[in-house]
């Protein structure tokens, strides 16, 4: 008698442990966007990652906005997705209203 243990196969170990279907799962309706055609990504896995630096008061401010979103319309969020939903808003005015629009205008601000 051997003393070995008997171990699985790699074909066990790595074996399908939910119901296979043929069929695919139709894709979820995207939600409405807003007009220019940009919208946050919402709560996804995201394969781009930045990194951006704030200044104490920034940081306030959005952690401020995130606990109002919160205690006032009941909408649970972290701050990267206050962050996108907020560049989604300026791409799409920029999209819309070109020179117009309030990301040029505030970068075309003296001292900033």
Same mark, same amino acid.
């Given at each position: 008698?051997?003393?070995?243990? $008997?171990? @699985? +196969? ?8 939910? @119901? ?6 139709? @894709? #979820?309706?995207?939600?409405?966007? @807003? $007009?220019? +055609?940009?919208?946050?990504? +919402? ?21 401020? $906005? ?18 996108? #939903? $907020? ?10 209203? +070109? ?14």
């Amino acid at each position: 008698m051997t003393r070995r243990v $008997a171990l @699985p +196969g790699a074909a066990e170990l790595f074996r399908t442990t939910v @119901p296979r279907t043929d069929q695919a799962e139709p @894709p #979820e309706p995207e939600a409405a966007k @807003p $007009a220019g +055609g940009r919208s946050g990504s +919402g709560r996804r896995k995201h394969d781009s990652k930045i990194t951006v630096y704030v200044s104490d008061e920034e940081l306030l401010g959005l952690e401020q $906005a995130r606990l109002a979103l919160r205690a006032d319309h009941g909408i649970a969020v972290d701050r990267g997705r206050v962050v996108r #939903e $907020a560049v989604a808003v300026v791409l799409a005015d920029l999209n819309r209203n +070109g020179a117009d629009s309030v990301l040029v205008r505030r970068l075309q601000e003296p001292g900033e």
